[in-house]
């Protein structure tokens, strides 16, 4: 129990620290490098009741979301079951269906050919999914009195290990470019491939 806390509040603070150096310490870090001293690139701060009705919808939002995921897993088990995967694969499918709108968007900002932005959405999406659910599961955990393990397998403990220095070698450099987001795309592929061939 006190290392769930801990996993909880750990990741809860890294997310909230995330958003304060995004949105209000060192806004400048995720501008565009081309148009960094332009103010038009991003809106203006919002104001407090634009950011208290913001977050309430956010909630509204993620609340509807758990609830099309619940809706979805017992068709998303049957096809997984049919297709005899792993079980594994169950919980990869809900976290795609999560996390498409990100994923739209930072595809669209590749496209468009601003790879900061693309990135920047990656991470956000990356840090929320981690520091927002990892505390909400551990709360319900033990408000309901389920037991939780959190815990990587060998093969997927290596892959994060991975995903860790490729990242920091893409963000120390300062600017990101294709053959960075295609190495990052092929260590999710083959996180993919090994769910579904263990």
Known sequence: MAQLTFAAIASLALWATFVFVQTVRHRDYFLPVHDAADEDTHAAPPSTWLAAASFGM????????VGLAKVLSPSIEAVVAAAGAPQAV??????????????????RAARANRPQTSLNLALGSALASIGLTIPA???????????????????DLVLLVL??????????????????????????TAFLFLAFVP
């Open 163 to 188: 995903s860790f220095v490729v990242a920091s070698i893409t963000l120390v450099s300062g600017r990101t470019h294709v053959m960075q987001g295609v190495v990052h795309l092929v260590i999710f």
């Open 137 to 155: 599961v551990a709360f319900v955990s033990v408000l309901i009195g389920m037991p939780l393990a959190l815990g990587l397998e060998g093969k």
């Open 90 to 107: 169950i919980g990869i499918a809900i976290a795609v269906l999560v996390l498409l709108p990100e994923t739209w968007a930072a595809a």
């Open 58 to 65: 956010l909630f509204v939002a993620l609340v509807a979301v």
